[in-house]
């Protein structure tokens, strides 16, 4: 497995809908795993294939938070929403791509999620909690959308500058 490189806000790539994964390959078997080395590696709960560059619709989570209880990975190939609650929660997101930002956003509280396994099983599982406000947040990556796109134009823009001075900070060194 390999740790790959987090693209950092704003790359174009991280705004483009993702393409439909059409094949189950070693390759992408290869790149999951990958994208579990470098989330847990971040650390972080969810990455999406946009965020290391992969412009398929593949996510991968794990929002088990307590260290004394079994880690629950998961890898969600063509992942679709196929239900929402009426109900929503709140949670203060962060993401991998915008590193040390965090604002609140409003989210339903449950959703189901239908998607294939890396063996090209078709699963459908209900989300609720942090599992569902990860699935959502990993999903509109696949669709060319971060969580800043729901904030005031102007957090959007102050987080935007943060990132791009971040950028600019990594290429000096």
Same mark, same amino acid.
């Given at each position: ?5 987090? &693209?950092?806000? $704003?790359?174009?790539? @991280?705004? /483009? %809908? ?7 390959? *070693? ?19 969810? &990455?999406?294939? $946009?965020?290391?560059? @992969?412009? /398929? %619709? ?7 938070? *307590? ?107």
């Amino acid at each position: 497995m390999t740790i790959r490189p987090i &693209l950092i806000h $704003p790359d174009p790539r @991280l705004k /483009k %809908r993702c393409d439909l994964v059409t094949d189950i390959t *070693d390759e992408l078997r290869r790149a999951a795993d990958d994208m579990l080395q470098t989330m847990y590696d971040a650390p972080g709960v969810g &990455l999406a294939g $946009p965020q290391v560059g @992969l412009m /398929k %619709r593949i996510l991968v989570m794990d929002c088990v938070k *307590d260290p004394d209880a079994a880690p629950k990975p998961m890898v969600l190939i063509n992942p679709e929403i196929t239900w929402s609650s009426e109900a929503v929660n709140t949670y203060e997101e962060g993401c991998l791509s915008i590193p040390e930002q965090y604002a609140e956003v409003t989210r339903p509280a449950e959703v189901a999620v239908r998607w294939l396994t890396l063996d090209g099983t078709a699963e459908e599982e209900r989300f609720d909690g942090l599992w569902a406000t990860c699935v959502q947040h990993e999903i509109d990556h696949l669709d060319g959308k971060l969580f800043i796109d729901y904030l005031t134009p102007l957090k959007r823009q102050l987080i935007t500058r943060k990132m791009q001075k971040l950028k600019r900070e990594q290429a000096r060194l």
